[in-house]
C-alpha cells in the first residue's frame, strides 16, 4: 500500500515537474488521455491534447506531437473541461453562515459582489478539488433587485486575469424569500411592483450619475443579462412576464418547478441556471430536472455553495443522470451550457482548438460519484492534485 | 390438518364418487403443498453476489428458506419445484443500512426539552405512515438506524428497525435499545460556544458519576436487603423454636428508590448498551475518548466530522465510528459543526483502521434512499471500494449489535437481498428487486 501510495507520489511529482519546468517561457505540453470528453464533439478514446500558452492548439487522435515536447501520459484517465458553476456564493464571507444579501435596502443593484470576495479563501482550493475551475458569483435572493454577480476562473493565486467579467449583469429576485416582514417589499405583488418601478425608472433614465439607474439601463436595453431567481410556477410566470414587457435578456435562476411549465420557458429560449439536486428530495422532485430539459430548456448546474457541497456540482448532474436527464445534457450542463449561458463560452466550456486549456482529469467516468478527480488544470497550470496535502 | 378436513369429508360420500374425489383433493392437496413451497423456498440464481463478508461469487445461487439464507455458493442444488429469481448478469448483494436515518421521526420528536433523558426509546415518537418509507426500500435500503437528535445532551435509546412495508412498528423492529445517543458540542443546543461545550461534557460527566453513585447505593441497599432476610429468616425460627424468648425484630433497610434515568445509564457503565456520542469537532470527539476512558462503557463516535485530525488517537481508541454525512449536502444548510468538514474524512479514518460504518445523515427521511450514493462519494474521495460497501452493509450491523441477523449474505442470516443491474457503487446501476425475509418489498415494473 505505502509502495503504491510512494510510487504514485513519484508519478505525480513527474508529471508536475514536467508541467512546470518551463517557466516564463512559451509552454507547450501534449497530454495523451484514455477518453476526452470534449462535450461539443463527442468522445476521443485515445487522443491527443496540446496545450499552447495556457490554450488548447489542438485535440484529436490524429495530433502531431511538435518535436521536443513532453508528453503527459494520462492515457488510463479521462479528461473533461474544467466544471463550471452557474451560481454560488464561495469566499463571500468569514463563516459558513454568509450573509449575501442587503438586508436593509430592498434594491441595490449597484453592488458589485465581487467587491466581497475573497480570492485566498480556502473554499477556492476546495472547489478546485471538486473539478470547479470557474464559477458565477452571485449574490443571494433577498434582494429584489440584488447586485451585479460576476464571473472568475479559480486560479486566484496567480496575479494574472482571473476575473473573466467583473459585472455579468443584475440579479432579480421574485421569489418570497425576497420578501421581508421589516422593510419593503412585504407582499408579492409589492415586490413584483417594486421589480417593475426600478426597470420604468431606468428605462427613461438619460444619463447623469446614477450607478443604480445606469447598470439598469443597459438591463432594460438588453444589452446587460437580467439574472431573476423564480423558484415555484407562479414565481416563474412573474419573471416571464416581466421579461416580456421589459424585453430583458434574462437567464431564470433556480427554477425548480419549472418543468411543470416547461414549453412556456422553452418558447421562449429563456435558459435555466438549476439548484442543487437536494440529497433529501423524494423522487418526484428528483425528475423535475430531467423533465424540463427533455422539453427543450437549456440547463446549467449550480451549487449554490455554501448551501450545498462544492463536491456536490458534479453529484447533481449525476443525480438528475440518475433521475432521468440524458448523460450528455448533464456533463452540458456542468459545462459548455453555463459557458453560454454565462456569456464565456468563447473561452471556456469544451475541450476545443483555440479554447482556455482548463482541464479536469478523473480515474473513471465523470459521471460516476466514485470517480477521483486526479488533477486540476487551468489555463495549462495544474491547480490541484489529489495526493497533494 | 388440511389432510384431517378432507377425510372427514370424504367419509360422508358415496363409494362410487369416492375415487373421483380422492382424485381432486390428492391434487388439492399437490397444489396447496407446492403452493406454501414456493412461499417457503426461493432460489435466485445470480450474475455476481457480493456476500460482503466474503469474496464475491460469480455465477451464483442463493437459496432461501423461510426468510433465511439456507445455501450460497455456485453449486447449490435447486429443486425443480422452487421459485427461481434470475438474476444472471446481475449484482445481488445485502439490504444496505441507513446508520444515521431519520425515516418516520418528524423533528420535534426527536428530543424531549429535558437534557438528560436518557430512558426515553425513539420508538414512542414514530409515524409509521411516512410516505417516503417505500422510496426508501427502493433503493435497496433494508434496515434503518434512528436515534433520538441531538438538542438533548442524553436523549434516549435508538432502534433498528426494517423498512419491510408494514405500518406497525413492532412488526418492523428488528431491535431496540441499540445504544443510549449522547451529544457533545452540539450547535441545536447551545451555538457551539465553548462555555456550552464545557458545559455539555461535565453535564454528561455529572450524570455518569451519579450514576456510579446511585449504582453503589443500590448494590450497598441489596446487600443490606440480603443481610435483612437472612436476619429475618433467623428471627421467624427462633420465634418458632423458642417463642418464650423475647427477640427484637430486625429492622428492614430504608427503601430504595429505583430511578429510570440511572438505571439506564447503569446498564451504559455495565457494558450492557453502548454509549453512542455524537460529537464533530476536534475537541468534542476528545472529550467523549476521554469520558469512555474514565468510565470505561462501550463508547460509539457518532458523524465524527473532523475525526480525520485526529484519525490515530480514534484507531487507538478502539471506538466505532458511525460516520455522516460524508457530504455537507445531504443537510439542506450548513451547520456550524461542518466548518471544518472534509469529503475524505471515511478514506482517512479508514485507512487508519478505524471500524467505520457510513450514515446518511440527511435533513428528512428520504434521504436515506442515497445510502449507496454516500459509499460511492465516499470512494470517489479515497476510500477502498471494499470497505466503503462494508460500511453500509456489515459494518454497521456489527456496530449496532444485530450482525447476527442482517449485514451480509451468510447461511443462517435473514434473506434481505438487493437484486442490482449492475455494481452497488455504480450510480447508474439501477435496483431490480430488494427482498426482505424473503418477501419482495420492491420490484422494478419497467423491465427492458
Known sequence: MIKKRFLSFLIVLSISLCLTSFGNEPQVIAIRAGKIWTVTDGVITDGIIIVDNGKIRAVGQEVDVPEGVNILDMSDKNIIPGIIDGHCHIGLSLDIFSEMDETVAAIAADMLILDAFNPHSKDVKKALSSGVTTVMLAPGYRNPVGGQPAVVKLDTSKANDWVLKRSAGVEFSLMNQALMFDREPTSRAGLIELVKEQLNEAKVYQEGFNPRLEVLNRVVDANLPAYIWAHTVDEIASAMAIIDQYNLNAV?????????????????????????????????????????????????????????????????????????????????????????????ADRLGSISEGKDADLVILNGDPLQPASSIEMVIINGNIVYQRLEE | MLKGVSLIYLQGIEMKSIKRIAILASLFLLFISVGTLSGQEIAIKAGTILPINDAPIENGTILI?????????????????????????????????DVQSRLFVIDSELNESRTIAPELSILDGLDPYIEESPEVAAQGVTAIYITPGSRSLIGGSGAVLKLNGSKDVGEMLLKDNIAVKAAIGVSANNESSSLGRLGDYSSIREALLETKIYMHNKEKYEREVAKYDKKMAEYEKKKETKPAEKIDKPKRPARFRLDPTHEVLAKVLSKEIPLQIEAHRVTDILNALRLADEFDFKLILDKCTEGYMIAEEIARSKAPVILGPVSTSFNDMPRLEYRNHDVRNAAILSEKGVKLALGVSGKDGASSKFVALAAAIAVGNGMDKGMALRAVTLTPAEILGVADRIGSLQVGKDADVVILSGHPLDTLSRIEMVLIEGKTVFERKDQQ
Open chain 2, 65 to 97: 428458506k423461510d426468510g433465511k439464507i439456507a445455501a450460497l455458493g455456485q453449486n447449490i442444488a435447486v429443486d425443480s419445484d422452487i421459485r427461481v429469481i434470475d438474476a444472471n448478469g446481475k449484482f445481488v448483494m445485502p439490504g444496505m443500512i
Open chain 1, 252 to 344: 431564470l435562476v433556480a427554477a425548480g418547478q419549472g418543468d411543470e411549465i416547461a414549453d412556456m420557458i422553452a418558447k421562449r429560449d429563456l435558459p435555466v441556471i438549476y439548484p442543487p439536486l437536494l440529497l433529501s428530495s423524494k423522487d418526484k422532485d428528483l425528475k423535475r430536472v430531467g423533465k424540463m430539459a427533455g422539453s427543450g430548456v437549456k440547463l446549467a448546474f449550480a451549487s449554490l455553495a455554501p448551501r450545498t457541497d462544492l463536491n456536490d456540482l458534479r453529484t447533481s448532474a449525476i443525480l438528475a443522470v440518475k433521475y432521468g436527464l440524458d448523460k450528455e445534457a448533464a456533463l452540458k450542463g456542468l459545462t459548455i451550457n453555463a459557458a453560454e449561458i454565462l456569456g464565456v
